[in-house]
């Protein structure tokens, strides 16, 4: 299949004229297999579908109600998975004009040279016409990604990508249902083993970017909730953790001479907290299918290495401060040890042989 004949997919909600704008200069370049998707527009946008039909050929996809981007996507995957099965995928760009025909077939050609890969076509955040919103907020969820995912790309946001026709089928299971859908994508190319191939395109924002219908705190909100299963089991643990090791502290400081009952109170406390999040982690945070004695095995040897030196870094700060509080200490040495514990158990402990 020549690169202009991958089927290229534009959902859209209420579209003005920038849309037939577009379709035009497409067609003018040469791009042949274009989907519509209209989510939910309502009779007044009618129009703009039925030129797209009638003109140009464009077959459209239609929800009664708007549905969310996601949801736009997944339609469109599904209607080009059964009309063009020997694709070697599809591509996606947004209706209002930012993603030029020149960036479009930039992005279609890479996937015909990387037919494995999911292909981003990444703006320059750094440029001075870039509206603010935007720029804040890539470089926030860019600085998430890198932080909670270890995954390092430069535009997450970008809605001109390329999908292999078989991750297109994995996708269709993946969650969200509307720009966050988006995130989920990136997230899903680690555990599907795809990986990421960056191609730099031009950075148009047309009336900085004003008929977009990205709502910045709703739909930022439903992006960050997509990394909130990756805190929720840390912070939980931590609280059990923290609850038991002052509750030991209390009973063994009676006990215990010496800075020893700190070293015990972390070793009890510790042991239980972790098998906690272990198996939090396994079910919910990673969605493991490593083995669980190989998991459990690589996860309670972290878990050893770690509370070693938590009680060693809070005797040795307790020692230094001259008996000041042991719990704040705990809580600052935590906080360091969680940031190198995670980065291990992503990359080490539960990630799957293969991936």
């Not at 042991?326 to 514990?341: A, H, N, P």
Request: proline residues 4%.
């Amino acid at each position: 299949m020549d690169y202009k004949q991958i089927p290229l997919i534009i959902p859209s909600l209420e579209p003005d004229e920038k849309l037939p704008r577009l379709l035009e200069q497409l067609h003018a370049a040469g791009i042949q297999n274009i989907v519509l998707v209209d989510d939910g527009s309502g009779p007044a946008y009618a129009h703009f579908f039925e030129e797209a039909q009638q003109r140009w050929g464009c077959p459209v996809l239609r929800h009664a109600v708007n549905l969310g981007k996601g949801r736009a996507l997944k339609t469109a995957f599904n209607y080009c998975l059964n009309t063009w099965p020997d694709a070697p995928g599809c591509v996606t760009a947004d209706s209002d004009g930012q993603h030029t025909p020149e960036c479009i077939l930039k992005v279609m050609k890479a996937l015909t040279e990387r037919p494995d890969a999911l292909i981003l076509g990444c703006r320059d955040f750094d440029e001075k016409d870039v509206p603010l919103r935007s720029s804040f907020g890539n470089k926030c969820t860019r600085f998430v990604f890198k932080a909670l995912v270890g995954l390092s790309i430069t535009d997450t946001q970008t809605g001109l990508r390329a999908i292999p026709t078989s991750f297109m089928k994995t996708l269709m299971h993946s969650g969200g249902e509307r720009f966050e859908f988006e995130s989920n994508m990136l997230i899903d190319t680690k555990e599907a083993g795809v990986p990421i191939v960056e191609v730099p395109i031009e950075t148009v924002y047309i009336e900085e970017n004003k008929t977009s219908h990205f709502n910045p705190l709703r739909d930022s909100a439903r992006i960050y909730a997509v990394f909130g299963k990756f805190l929720f089991s840390s912070l939980s643990s931590s609280v059990v953790d923290l609850v038991l090791f002052s509750l030991f502290c209390m009973l063994l400081n009676s006990f215990v001479s010496g800075t020893l009952y700190i070293t015990l109170a972390t070793v009890c406390a510790r042991v239980i907290s972790a098998t906690y999040n272990y198996l939090l982690n396994y079910k919910l945070v990673f969605k493991s299918r490593e083995h669980h004695g190989m998991a459990a095995g690589k996860y309670f040897l972290l878990a050893v290495v770690q509370m070693a030196c938590s009680a060693g870094l809070v005797s040795l700060l307790y020692a230094l401060t001259g008996g000041f509080s042991e719990l704040v200490i705990k809580i600052f040495v935590d906080v360091f040890l969680f940031f190198i514990s995670f980065q291990i158990q992503r990359e080490f402990v539960y990630k799957k042989r293969g991936a």
